[in-house]
Each structure stands twice: as C-alpha cells, then as structure tokens.
C-alpha cells in the first residue's frame, strides 16, 4: 500500500502585504500547504488554533493590541506549533522575550528564500526528534511499569505460597535481576541510538536538537536509577544465598543524573590495523558497538552467538581484541572468552553485561586475566576511551 506523505503546513503571520505575499508564493512553489495568511494578532489568535499548523512564521511588530511574541504566549496550552520568528529587530530585550515562548526559529529581515528554506527543514527535523524521543520515552514507561507490574505480583504470589522461606526470597531476587537485565539492554539501545542520532543531526548542523536529545539521555539515566531500585530491594534476600559473600548493590545517587556530553567518535590512526570481534546476541546493540569500532579506525568481525564466535576464534583470522556480552545463547561469553585464551594467549578481552548486580564484573574475570568490563547501560563515547585505553 502507497501511503501519501502531507504536505507541511505553515500559517503566516504578516502585516506587510508585499512580504506576506512574496512568502506565500515561495512556499506553495516549494511544496508547502499555506493554511492561512493574517496581518494581525487577534486573526493569529483565531486562525492558529483553527488551522492546526506544523510551522507558524510569524512577524513579532504585527497590527493589533499584542505583538507577534505576545500572541503566542496567549495561545491555549493544548496549541504547540513550531514558531519561526521574522523580525527586523535583533536587540537583547527582543530576543530575550522571543526567548521565552521557545521558539524553533529566529529570523532577521531581510533573510533570503535559502535561509528561509533551511531554517524551515531544521524545524522539521527537530519535531521529527521531538515525536520520536517522545516515543521511545512511552515506551519505557510502558516497559518499566509492566515489569513493576509483574514483579509485585510475584512477590506476593511467593510470600503467600513461601510465607518466610529464604527460597521464595531468592527467587523475588532472580526476578528483580531478570528485570534489570532486561531493562537495561532496553535502555543501551535507546541510549545508544539517541547518542548516535545526535551525532548525524550534528553533522547536518541542526544544533537546535541538541538541547532535547540531551533529555533523552538524561531519561535513560534516570530509568537506570529505577532498574538498580528495583534490583537493591531484594539484594538482602539474594546475599543470604550467596556462598562467598553479601552482594553489594550500586550506590544509588539520588540527585537527577546529568545528560553525558556527546563527542564526536573519529579515526585513532593506532587502531587501524586493529581487528575486533564483537559477539553480542541483541542486533541493535550489535550495530551500536561496530559503528563506534568502524568510527576509531577499526577493523571487525561480529557473531549473534557464543558458538558462532568461537568458530572464529578457531579459525586463522586474525583477533586483537575480543569484546563480547556475557549472557549469549550456546557458548556463554565467560566461557567463550577463556577458550579463546587457550587458543590466542595474547587475546585482549573486554566484556559487556546488563546485570544489574556490581559484584558480577568484579567477578567475571578471575580467570581471565587483564579482561574489562562494562556495565549496560554505557555512553558510546566511554566505550570508545575504554577501547583506546586497553589498545594502546
């Protein structure tokens, strides 16, 4: 089935009839659907809530009793267009109050049919952003709320058929793992993405996304904060079950988490004669750790599965660093990383897990000597450093 793409819809608010005419006429020769042409702020006020418009270009020294600034903070809340500024004033008092309504643009008269043309497109791409972080942000809700969901149900479920039995505790402390893990390769994926989607906005120069992909972000961490709440209620419960020792939960830190700076990943002319195996069983993060390997310089080889790595590893390809998930279908990561030892005593090894237990990475390693771990979720460009380091 063909669908058929609308065309973008833009109000223009403009007094002056010669300026509102010529704007018309180069965005219905562009493409554009001009829902509606007004001179004044009473008009806009009526018209914008009516038309329903992606894009409002409006002129802030408008006809009527409020300038163009003034009308858009009148609009009702459930009205948000994206609002282009046209303005022949560029003083600090005006744009601080242009400022304040958030506009997604700001134009100087006289501007050019290209400056109006690329601030229109950033503007799209930012509401495309906008629609999509929104998206994944539901769905994590959704996620978060139904695995609380189940995990209550289970936990009264146990206590009521295991009423005081350290079994039943234990399992509630599976559980709660299970979900952990889960959660946060969710959470790698959308992080990650959102980290990478930032970076090709800006190379197009849309910088105007950055402010809200950096929201994003922060969002990732705060749902990481959850997982690890979810997981420390029953840590006691699980402590009491462990042969060698208390698990000791992640530090919670309570305050908001900051959105991590964004850098942009490029060649390490050290790396590039570097080959890396990457096994990892979920595709998207799969893609995820090859684009930051390609961006360094890296050569790589990659495998859905433990067993399919270890062919690799037996082969006569050449291996510099093996950097594998530790929960994989077939051949578990731990495992294929100490057969390959065998194989290649000079094998560098650094390992990803989504548990949410921290005692796990102290542990992975013991007889993998000089391996690295990293805990999902991590930042792209943290994996990148820790690559760099263990390859220098």
């Known amino acids: 089935m063909n669908h058929i793409i ?3 819809r833009v109000l223009i608010v403009e007094d002056e009839p010669l300026v509102a005419l010529g704007l018309n006429e180069y ?4 493409g554009y659907e001009v829902c ?17 418009p992606d894009v409002v270009l409006m002129d802030i020294n408008i006809a009527g009793d409020l300038d163009g600034i003034e009308t858009i903070h009148r609009l009702p809340a ?11 004033y560029d003083d600090q008092a005006t744009l601080d109050r242009a400022r304040s309504t958030k506009p997604y643009g700001y134009l100087l008269k006289p501007f050019s049919e290209r400056e109006l043309h690329a601030t229109i497109q950033m503007v799209l791409a930012r509401r495309a952003a906008d629609q999509a972080v929104r998206e994944s942000e539901q769905r994590l809700e959704s996620l978060v709320e139904k695995r609380t969901a189940e995990l209550m149900y289970a936990n009264e479920k146990m206590n009521k058929e295991l009423a005081g039995h350290h079994k039943a505790e234990a399992n509630v402390s599976q559980l709660a793992a299970q979900i952990a893990h889960d959660c946060n390769n969710a959470l790698q994926t959308i992080g990650g993405a959102l980290t990478l989607l930032k970076r090709r906005i800006a190379q197009e120069r849309f910088k105007e996304t950055d402010a809200f992909i950096d929201g994003a972000i922060t969002s990732t961490a705060e749902a990481t904060k959850l997982v690890r709440r979810l997981f420390s209620v029953y840590r006691t419960a699980a402590a009491d079950e462990q042969a060698d020792g208390p698990i000791i939960a992640a530090p919670l830190n309570e305050d908001r988490a900051a959105a991590p700076t964004v850098h942009e990943i490029t060649a390490d002319p050290a790396l590039e004669d570097k080959m890396v ?5 979920e595709s998207t993060v799969r893609s995820l750790v090859l684009d930051v390997l390609q961006s360094l310089g890296c050569r790589t080889l990659h495998a859905n599965n433990g067993a399919l790595g270890m062919e690799i590893l037996r082969s006569d390809r050449r291996v510099d660093l093996l950097v594998t998930d530790i929960g994989l279908p077939q051949l578990n990561g731990r495992k294929l990383a100490e057969d390959g030892r065998k194989l290649r005593p000079d094998l560098k090894v650094l390992f990803m897990t989504g548990d949410a237990d921290s005692k796990t990475p102290a542990n992975i390693s013991v007889n993998i000597p000089g391996a690295h771990t990293m805990t999902k979720p991590f930042a792209m460009d943290d994996l990148a450093r820790r690559i760099q380091i263990m390859m220098a």
Do not use: F, M, N, W
């Not at 702020?41 to 009526?46: D, E, G, K, N, P």
């Open 78 to 88: 459930a009205c948000d267009p994206a609002v282009i500024y046209l303005t022949a």
């Open 36 to 52: 509606a042409q007004v001179g004044s702020s009473s008009a806009a006020l009526r018209e914008i809530p009516a038309c329903k």
């Open 6 to 8: 609308a065309p973008t």
């Open 27 to 30: 965005l219905l020769g562009h």
């Open 277 to 281: 195996l990457v096994v990892e069983d």
